[in-house]
């Protein structure tokens, strides 16, 4: 049978967040932004959010910095730093704000601002298709005998560490070692969000591997803002809502995360 099957849902769980409200009234002056080049951390390890391609930040994020780049009149350059160092940086204020698929929280929220999420998502298990009978539940990864993955200092991590004892939890830097340890059986389960699974499904690579599709964590994604950049997170708040309210801003993650027809 046909059915319409939203990659971007990513099996009805992922999705691009509503701005049910904007952070101004739309009449209100837009503040202006002390500096003409707007500094941008990212880790860029995270496709089709944020990836390094050909020298060049690319994804969802690049083509929003972009948008945003077109209504403010300044330049938002990237500037590339390992996950692990991105909210230092920003706190040294080495960069003005982070845009890199993050999740937010409340640890993160005591050390930067956010704006308000413009993506919903959640954790999802990705295993080996050869043992889609084995978990045929996600909370079936929660056993002794499942050497369960994760990316360091991620919501994914949070997860899974709460289940510490439960199963045997691994450590990653980043997603792609991660499945790529699946594949080789080194790990039976990968936990992260609805944007990896996409990927999954949509790469050829990833063939021998299949996500569960089922939300396993609630989490929206923002952007990061300096404490010391009050009026960048209004502008950016209200940048982002005129680029929901015009179609702006779905037009941008539909062109990475596309609809397609698939059979069933």
Same mark, same amino acid.
């Given at each position: 049978?046909?059915?319409?099957?939203?990659?971007?849902?990513?099996?009805?769980?992922?999705?691009?967040?509503?701005?049910?409200?904007?952070?101004?009234?739309p009449?209100?002056?837009?503040?202006?932004?002390?500096?003409?080049v707007?500094?941008?951390?990212? /880790?860029?390890?995270?496709?089709?959010?944020?990836?390094?391609?050909? @020298? #060049?930040?690319?994804? !969802?994020?690049?083509?929003? +910095? *972009?948008?945003?780049?077109?209504?403010?009149?300044?330049?938002?350059?990237?500037?590339?730093?390992?996950?692990?160092?991105?909210?230092?940086?920003?706190?040294?204020?080495?960069?003005?704000?982070?845009?890199?698929?993050?999740?937010?929280?409340?640890?993160?929220q /005591?050390r930067?601002?956010?704006?308000?999420?413009?993506?919903?998502? @959640? #954790?999802?298990?990705? !295993?080996?298709?050869?043992d +889609? *009978?084995?978990?045929?539940?996600?909370?079936?990864?929660?056993?002794?005998?499942?050497?369960?993955?994760?990316?360091?200092?991620?919501?994914?991590?949070?997860?899974?560490?709460k289940?510490?004892?439960?199963?045997?939890?691994?450590?990653?830097?980043?997603?792609?070692?991660?499945?790529?340890?699946?594949?080789?059986g080194?790990?039976?389960?990968?936990?992260?969000?609805?944007?990896?699974s996409?990927?999954?499904?949509?790469?050829?690579?990833?063939?021998?591997?299949?996500?569960?599709?089922?939300?396993?964590?609630?989490?929206?994604?923002?952007?990061?803002?300096?404490?010391?950049?009050?009026?960048?997170?209004q502008?950016?708040?209200?940048?982002?809502?005129?680029?929901?309210?015009?179609?702006?801003?779905?037009?941008?993650?539909?062109?990475?995360?596309p609809?397609?027809?698939?059979r069933?």
């Amino acid at each position: 049978m046909l059915r319409m099957r939203s990659l971007l849902l990513a099996g009805a769980c992922l999705f691009a967040a509503s701005l049910t409200q904007a952070a101004d009234n739309p009449a209100t002056p837009k503040p202006a932004l002390d500096n003409k080049v707007i500094r941008v951390g990212t /880790a860029a390890d995270y496709p089709p959010l944020t990836l390094k391609s050909e @020298g #060049q930040v690319r994804g !969802i994020e690049a083509d929003l +910095a *972009a948008e945003l780049g077109k209504r403010t009149g300044h330049q938002f350059q990237f500037k590339v730093i390992p996950w692990s160092g991105l909210f230092n940086a920003v706190e040294r204020g080495e960069v003005d704000m982070l845009m890199s698929g993050i999740s937010v929280t409340a640890e993160r929220q /005591a050390r930067v601002d956010f704006t308000q999420p413009y993506f919903k998502l @959640g #954790q999802m298990a990705i !295993i080996r298709s050869a043992d +889609a *009978a084995r978990f045929g539940s996600p909370l079936q990864i929660l056993q002794p005998q499942v050497r369960l993955a994760y990316v360091a200092d991620s919501t994914g991590a949070a997860f899974a560490k709460k289940f510490a004892g439960m199963t045997t939890l691994k450590a990653f830097n980043s997603v792609e070692p991660a499945l790529q340890a699946l594949m080789k059986g080194e790990v039976d389960c990968v936990v992260h969000d609805a944007v990896t699974s996409w990927n999954v499904d949509k790469d050829r690579q990833y063939a021998s591997l299949l996500s569960l599709h089922r939300p396993l964590t609630d989490e929206s994604l923002a952007w990061a803002v300096s404490k010391q950049q009050p009026a960048l997170r209004q502008r950016l708040d209200q940048e982002l809502a005129a680029m929901q309210a015009d179609g702006t801003l779905q037009r941008i993650i539909n062109r990475w995360l596309p609809v397609r027809t698939t059979r069933q």
